[in-house]
């Protein structure tokens, strides 16, 4: 298993974009993304903070990609 890498909440969107997410609205910081398939999830988008290990790792569990998946495409 990979470790995750440590990457801020604009990059992740950036890279969620290559998956065919979609940000449909923002609340705060917090950006919600959708896929045309159905699957959607949430991302924080805070300055530079770096986004946390569980939390990322819930993030990749909601959109249905695996870790090196991800990986590949940073």
């Known amino acids: 298993m990979s470790k995750l890498p440590a990457i ?33 999830t949430s991302v924080p988008v805070h300055r530079s903070e770096v986004i946390g290990r569980g939390l990322l790792a ?3 569990r909601d959109c249905e990609i695996t870790r090196n998946e991800l990986i590949k495409l940073l």
Do not use: A, M, Y
């Open 8 to 40: 801020t909440g604009s990059v992740l969107i950036k890279t969620l974009q290559k998956f065919g997410f979609e940000v449909i609205r923002t609340k705060g910081s917090h950006h919600f993304l959708q896929h045309p398939d159905g699957r959607c």
């Open 58 to 60: 819930q993030i990749i």
